[in-house]
């Protein structure tokens, strides 16, 4: 098993990319990052090994995460600016999101999608993580995670057409 300090330079990153999906705040972001490292120190022993350590770092940090929104009810606040300059869909329902629809209803549409779709919905869009990465984060195939990120964009657009 590698150290913390190992850990921490190898993962950081990635926890911390896909945590900012989560929460869209830098703040709480290093919080939960910051716990996410102190459970794992906490825990090491509970590692079985049966995952990537990213999947594992990330699965403590989408429960931290969960638990903080549970406790605070906290809402994510993320900019129109950035999902525009991130996004990766065709032309037509980027100026949909733009002009007709808000960015509430449009993490309100994002959250009608299955949970894993979301969640690569969320990793490509807003941390701009390749196909390859978020098949990493999320224990999946390259395949896989292109084909979830194509079918969660065929039905916003099914959604923003309505």
Known sequence: MQNIDEIYRKYGEIVYKYVF???GNEDIT?????????VAVQDINKFKGE???STWLCQISKYIWYKKLKKQR??????????QNSLFID?????KICTKENKMQL???????DENTRN????????NFEYSQI???????????RVAFFRGKQKLKEEFDK
């Open 91 to 95: 032309e037509s329902i980027e100026e």
């Open 107 to 113: 993490f309100k549409k994002l959250q009608t999608l």
């Open 135 to 145: 098949a990493e984060i999320m224990n999946k195939s390259s395949n896989w995670a």
């Open 30 to 38: 290093e919080e939960i990052v910051q716990d996410t490292f102190l």
């Open 51 to 53: 995952c990537k350590i």
């Open 74 to 83: 906290l809402r994510k606040e993320i900019s129109l600016e950035s999902i």
């Open 120 to 127: 690569v919905m969320y990793l490509r869009i807003l941390g």
């Open 21 to 23: 999906c989560l929460t």
